[in-house]
C-alpha cells in the first residue's frame, strides 16, 4: 500500500445464484458506494446472457465498473484484474465513496484483499505448448490427473475444464519445485491490504441449487444459445479464456453437435451446483468472513442492515 492508513473496503460474494446482485445495489446506495465486479466473465463485452451480468436499468444509478471492459477474444487474468481493482480503489475513495467489491470470483477477491504476489516465473513456452497438445490429444482429465500426482491440493482446487488453470500450475512445479498451492497459501497468510468486511452470502444448499436450476432455464428462454451461436460466428472457439466459462463451453458442445439442448441444459445445471460449491468450499477456507445466512433473516433489509452494522463496527463508514 502506498501509505500507513488502510483505504476501505466492502465485499459481498457467495456463490453463484444466491442473490449478490440485488444486495449489492442495496449496499452501495446505503454507503455511498461504487461497485467493483470481481467476475471473471462480466469482464468481457456481448457475453451477457450466460453471466448473468447486470442491466443498466437494474444498476439504479450506482457506478459499476469491471463490466464490459474486453473483447471475448482477449485473455482477462488475475493479474491484471488486481491491478485494475487497487487502481479502482484508490479512485474511488479519492472521491469520497466506498469502494464494494462484488462477486463470485473468489480468487480475484483474494488477490486484492491480501495484495497477493502474482510475481510470473519465466515463460516456458515449449512446456505450455506440450501441455496443450496432451490435453488436446488426451483429454483435460489426463491433464487432470498429472496435476493431481504432482500437486494434489491445486488439483483439488482446479476443475479439470480450465485447462489454463491446470497448465499454470504444472508449469509452476515444473519451475520451482514448489507446488503453487502451497505458494498460493503462504501469500494467504498474509494481512489484509484494506480496512475490509468480508461478507459471504449463502442460501440453504437445496433452495440454492433450485435457483440455481431455474436461472439456467430462463437463460435459455432469453437467448443463450443464440448469444454463443453469435460469439462462434465472429470467431470465439473453445480454446478461448472467455469460452471455457459456465454456459458457454456447454452450449458450444450443442451448436458442434456434440449432444442435444436438452443434454447440454443437463450438464450446465450439474456443473454450475458443482460450482457453486467449490465457491463455498473456498470461502470457508478465507480469514476474516462473515457469513450471512438469508434463511436466518426476515429478508433482505434486515441482511443489509446487518451487514451495515458490521461495517461501522470495523469503523469502515
Not at 449489492?24 to 451477457?48: C, F, P, T
Not at 483435460?140 to 491446470?166: F, G, M, T, W, Y
Not at 426476515?298 to 470495523?314: F, G, P, Q
Amino acid at each position: 500500500m502506498e501509505t500507513t492508513e488502510k483505504l476501505p473496503l466492502l465485499i459481498l460474494t457467495g456463490p453463484t445464484a444466491v442473490g449478490k446482485t440485488n444486495l449489492s445495489i442495496q449496499l452501495a446506495k446505503a454507503v455511498n458506494g461504487e461497485i467493483i465486479s470481481a467476475d471473471s466473465m462480466q469482464v468481457y463485452r456481448r457475453m451477457d446472457i450466460g453471466t448473468a451480468k447486470i442491466k443498466k436499468e437494474e444498476m439504479c444509478g450506482v457506478p459499476h465498473h469491471l463490466i464490459d471492459i474486453c473483447e471475448p477474444q482477449e485473455e482477462y487474468h488475475v493479474v491484471r484484474f488486481a491491478t485494475d481493482a487497487r487502481r479502482l480503489i484508490r479512485e474511488i475513495t479519492g472521491r469520497g465513496h466506498v469502494p464494494v467489491l462484488v462477486g463470485g470470483t473468489g480468487f480475484y477477491i483474494q488477490a486484492v484483499l491480501y495484495d497477493i504476489d502474482f510475481t510470473e516465473t519465466a515463460e516456458d513456452t515449449a512446456y505450455r505448448e506440450e501441455l496443450s497438445a496432451y490435453a488436446a490429444q488426451y483429454g483435460a482429465e489426463a491433464l487432470h490427473a498429472r496435476l493431481a500426482e504432482a500437486d494434489p491440493a491445486s488439483a483439488e482446487a482446479i476443475h479439470a475444464n480450465n485447462v489454463k488453470r491446470v497448465i499454470r500450475a504444472l508449469e509452476f512445479y515444473r519451475q520451482t519445485g514448489t507446488p503453487i498451492s502451497a505458494h498460493n497459501e503462504e501469500q494467504r497468510t498474509k494481512q489484509t491490504a484494506y480496512n475490509s468486511a468480508y461478507f459471504v452470502l449463502t442460501e440453504e444448499r437445496s433452495v440454492l441449487y433450485q435457483r440455481i436450476e431455474k436461472r439456467i432455464d430462463k437463460m435459455i428462454e432469453e437467448g443463450l444459445v443464440e448469444e454463443v451461436r453469435s460469439l462462434m460466428a465472429e470467431g470465439c472457439t473453445a480454446g478461448m479464456v472467455s469460452m471455457q466459462g459456465l454456459g458457454y463451453k456447454e452450449i458450444l458442445s450443442y451448436l458442434n453437435g456434440e449432444c442435444t439442448l436438452s443434454e447440454a441444459a443437463s450438464v450446465l445445471k450439474r456443473d454450475t451446483r458443482h460450482f457453486a460449491k467449490r465457491q463455498l468450499t473456498w470461502f470457508k477456507r478465507e480469514r476474516d468472513v462473515l457469513w450471512f445466512d438469508k434463511g436466518a433473516y426476515a429478508d433482505e433489509k434486515a441482511i443489509l442492515a446487518a451487514m451495515l452494522s458490521e461495517a461501522k463496527n470495523r469503523e469502515i463508514l
